[in-house]
């Protein structure tokens, strides 16, 4: 089981998506833009309530990972999601995602947010081991992590398939030595 998590870091809030995330996580959806909801977050509408009252807390609980809102602390805006998933208790490891909406990106926000939630895990969340994986011809995202204070540790060929092509996927990790 995972702590709560609430990590102020830089000009966000990050923390657990929760009930008065709704009217957000609904427009979102409503638009047709997942960008600032991590995967596993509601497919539909008529799945917002439910996702945000049991779903996002029983996956904490479980010990499975977190989902966490990236919450611009000036405008209350949810611009994006991190979280951990695949967490092996036993190994002491996790993986990290980060997804921010287009029309905030550039900001620092994915960047912001994985290194403090990097940093929380191998805390207060006890972890040993944070894995990041970025697929290696997405710039943004290999800056994003090099930047958090993740390390590179070599390539997973064509290890990430979108439907279509398959992609060598970035292997990066954070340990507590790291911080």
Partial sequence: MFPPVKITSGGSEIREFGPQDAAQVTAFLAA???TAL???GPATTADVD???ADTVHRRRLDGDGVHLAIVDTVSGD???STGLRDTDWAAGSSEIGYGVRTDRRGRGHATEAAGAVARWALT???LRRIVLHARADNAASLRVAAKAGFHRE???RL???DGETAHDLAAFSMIATDL
């Fill in 32 to 34: 047709g833009d997942r």
């Fill in 38 to 40: 991590p995967p596993g």
């Fill in 50 to 52: 439910h996702w945000l």
């Fill in 78 to 80: 949810i611009v994006g």
């Fill in 124 to 126: 207060a969340g006890g």
């Fill in 154 to 156: 070599g390539t997973l």
């Fill in 159 to 161: 290890a990430d398939w």
